[in-house]
Each structure stands twice: as C-alpha cells, then as structure tokens.
C-alpha cells in the first residue's frame, strides 16, 4: 500500500498536463531564529511563483544526530498533516495559505537546536528548498564563588588558589571571567585560571572555574569576584557573583607603639598601658623590654603591657619586638615609645611645723615642692586665700596674725598632681583685753544679777582671775580657753556698791579690768525682803522680847509693892504699867533696848520718844 504521501506525488505527477511552461519558484524562510526553552517557535516558509500554480506541495523535514533527513509535516493547498512518530508528531502544528506555510514548535528542547528545512514542489515550476536554523537557550543559574578558607602567602613563588566559581544549567555553554577590585583578570605569570565544563542528561552545562594568582600586600585589602556571560535570544547578558576576601599572609617590616591610656600626661599613681602592633598578617609575637635593658622581657598580655602605679622610676623608652616567621630573613623588627612619668614631691614649708614670733616681729615662710611640671602655690587661713606665691610675708606681728596657715602647690597643667603643707604661726606677747576700756562704770538695782565678761588674748595663754569687793554672793558661769586667749563670764547679784577686778596674767606680763558697780535701793523693799529672809529669826526675838517684858514688869510692881521704889520729886511715883493704854508721858519713860548680832538683819522697833535708830540698832518701846 503507498501512503498519502506518495498518492499525493502520484497524482502530481498525472496532473502534469496542466503545468505551465516557463513558471518560476521561489523560497524564504522567516521567523525568530532564537528562542528560550520551554517557549514556542514559529518558523515560515514563503513562497512565490511567477505563475499561478493550480498544485503545490509543501514538506516540512530536520535532520536526525545521524544526519538523515526525516519529514516531519507536509501539507498541500487542501489538506495539512503532521507525519505519526517522530519527536515533533505531538509538539508542532501547521497551518497557512496561499503563498506561506507555518511551522509552530511548541514547549521548545534542547534538541530543538538544528535546520528546519521547508521544500515547495511546484510540479512544472520546480522543486526549491528553503532552511532555517533555529537556536535554543536557557540562561544558567547565578554563579557561586567560594573562596579559600586558609590564608595566601606572599612569599609563594607560583600563584596560589584564591577561590572557586560554577554556575550550571546553562544553554549554550557559559563563559566565566575573574576580576579583581572591577579589573579584569588576564591569563598570564601571575594569574591561571582552570576550567571544567559539564553537561547533564539534559544537555544542559555546568561550568567551574578556579583563580589563581599570585598576591602582594596590597591584596589584604582586595576584592574578587566572578563574572559569568551567557546568551539569551538577541544579546549576550553577564551576572556578577558575590565579592570575596581572603587573608594575605605576609611579613611585618614595621612595627607600631602607642600609649592607650591614661589619656594626656602620666602622672604617679597612674596604670598606663602600651600597645605595640606589627604590620604584619598573621600578627607576629610581641615581646616588650625597655631600653637600658633590653634583654630583660617585661611581662605583657600579648601585644598590650600594664604598668601599674607607675613612679617616676618608670620614666624612660619602651622597646617591643616582633619576630616574624614569614620574614624572609626572619629579623626582629623593633619599635619604641618614650614614657614619662610626672611628679610632684609633698610640700616643704619653712619654718616647719610651727613657729614662735614676738609681737611686732615680721616672717618670712615659704612653701615649695618639687615637680617635673611647673607649680602654683596658694596661701590660706581659715579658708580664705590670702596669697598667691610660695613666698608668704607676715609683718608686724599682732595677736590676730597668729594661726594656722596653709600653702597648696597644684600642677596646672595636670590636675590630678596637688600637695599642701601647713605651719602654725604662735605670736608671743603679754595679755591684751580685747576691750580697749580697762575701766567701766555701772549702776545697777539691788538685787539685780549682772554678767561681767573679761577676754583676754596673750601666748602663753593668760591666767584669768576675778577679785570682788562688795557684793558677795557671784560665781563664774563661763570660760572659754584657747591656745592664746581666754574668756571668762561671771555673774553677781548686787546687795552694795562693788568693784569687781580681772586679772589676766602671763610670765610676761599682766593686764587689768576693773568693773564699778553702783548699787541703786529699792525704798519699802529692803527691809521687807530682809524681815522674809530673816522671819524664822524675828519670830524668836519677838517671843523673848515679851518673856523679857513680862518678867520686868513683874519685878517692877513687887518693888513698888515693898516700897522699894522711889517715887521721884514728890516721893511718890507711879508705877507705869508697861501694858497700859495711856499716853505716852515724857522722853523719860521706860525703854527697853535689843542688839541683835551685827551679822544678822535688824528690827526696829519705835521708841517711846519716836526717834528712829540707826540700822545697827533694833529698839522694842515697852509701852506698845
């Protein structure tokens, strides 16, 4: 049995009787030539005849890997059909019209990469062919660059491995660049580069490709990365993979000291610490020494030395070491820091301690400590500054320049560096009241208590005593010493006129004060407050005063009664009841005197007469 193929070309070939002399064929093939995988192709083949042509016959073919041609479609002006087992049966269509058929692949492979020929049999006008080659791509995956772990050494006579970059599938084959800070990296003594291409059962690629190059010191800081080109429809597109850094080993050749702390100048007292630092990589061992002995190692942290509580003694140059394995000669490579260490002595004051002047003499103290910076020295007393300079003058000495005075030595230029010093002044003299009167007058009531104050000033510190003269009864209530002064306070109530004298004294000499007080009586209140004060006493004077009565009284009248008693000018008296209410007679009437003790307060009594007694006295008139 014969195919529809070839019935078709059968009944071409009768139907040559109605072909046309002189008709011409002509063939062109259009379309998109580059496609992405797993897309469609559309491929068409156009023709034309110089003459209308009442048959044609178009046949799509490919050639198989062995270069066979297979037939894949074909289609005549009324009929379209695709050819049953072949790799495109279930993956193209055709379709068209007059003068072009179209050829769609749909779901694009790989394999899809070859010619697509087109042959128009224009039976009288000739067979021709028209071919299209199509291009298939899939653009790889980005690219992985990996880079190498260990460090890369200089002193490497070829170039080492610096990292690794793949990218896979890719259609058509990648291509891979290196580049180094954004410069490309050419083939040459110092750079390689090795690549592996691979290709999966898909037929898609793999590319790996490794650098390697030979690094300086500069590189430490370098940045490497790859660069993979592939093909897409139309263009060529590139995509960049990550930077890498690896780690440049190479010699130190200089080393670096640099004091981190304290900040600013060093002070005694202060934990300074010294780094020292290579320019090397990896970091070589450091050793710290100082300079006048320079074989003696300090004991140190790594590259980082503690000196703690630093003195002055540790002034001087630092030295630090390294030695690096790398070193092509393997030299130690040396460095120096210069530490100076500030001080500042405790001060010295002259005279020391204390110092002993007469009044009226003058002195010269001063205040210095010695320092590796320049100094400032402030005087003080009491709290209050009284001097800039080391240099203190005291003249003319008084009592009141004597103290305590204080000098502090500071270092403006490093605050945490100060000293003080002190020497107490002791001005020698006789006491001085600080009252300039030495004589006051007061008057004052009887009665009345009165506070007297005497201060006095004088080294050595004065003897202070009070001598009273009149009123009795005072004591002191307050005394105050200090080293060249006192103050004493007493208080005295005043009964009289008083003169109350201080004596301030010392081994060289004395002072006085002497205080008048007039005293002022109250009238009516005297002897009222002297009969209270004195009631217990009066009581019993009253009682014998009457026992004394009653018995003269009763020896008067047994006198009269025997007639002992005379009876005065007319031989005949009478006999006066002291207890009769009668008037009073003449100066010459009986009177009755009592004295009491000269200590004790006294109680006048009237007498028959009426004259008043002295204070001393105290008269009872019997007639009362």
Known sequence: MMGKGTLLLLALALYHVSWEVGAELSVK???DTEVYKADFAEIRCQYNFSENASMVMVQWFVNDPRGKRIRIAYS??????????????????VAGDSGEEILTIVNVELSDEREFFCQVDGLAAGIEEGRFHLKVFDPPEHPVIE???????????????????????????????????????HKNGQVHVITLVSKDSTGLFTVQSELQYKVTKEDKDSHFFCEVSYYVPGAVRTVESKRVNVSVHYPTT????WRESPQGLVKEGDTVEIRCRGDGNPPSPITFSREQHPDEELEADNDLLVLK??????????????????SVDYEDVVGNLQVTVHYLDPAVVVPKDSEVMLKGENLTATCNALSSLETKTVWSKNGVEIRKGNVLHLQDATFDTAGHYHCEVTVPSLPGLHTRGSVHII????????????????????GKWVNLTCEARGFPRPIVTWSISGSPDWREVVRKETEDSVQAVMTLKVSRDTVATCNATNKIGGETKIYTISSIPIIGTTLRNTAVDNSGVIIVVIVLSILLLALLGSILYFLYKKGKLPCGRSGKQEIINPFSTKEKTNKDDIVMEMKAD?????????GVNGDNKPPGDQYIDLRK
């Open 29 to 31: 093939m259009v379309g």
């Open 309 to 326: 509580e630093v003195t002055r003694g540790d002034s001087g140059k630092y030295l630090c070491r390294s030695l690096d394995l790398d």
């Open 147 to 185: 880079a190498v772990h260990t460090g890369v050494s200089v002193t490497n006579d070829s170039p080492s491995k610096i990292a690794t970059c793949e990218t896979s599938k890719g259609f058509p084959q990648p291509n891979i660049t290196w580049y180094r800070n954004h410069s490309l990296l």
């Open 427 to 446: 001005v020698q003299g006789a006491p001085q009241l600080r009252d300039v009167k030495k004589e006051v007058s007061m008057s004052e009531k009887v």
């Open 598 to 606: 000269k200590t004790e307060n006294s109680v006048l009594l009237k």
């Open 76 to 93: 005549d002006l009324i009929t379209r059909s695709k050819d049953e087992n072949t790799n495109y049966t279930k993956r193209i269509r």
């Open 254 to 257: 200089k080393v670096e000291m």
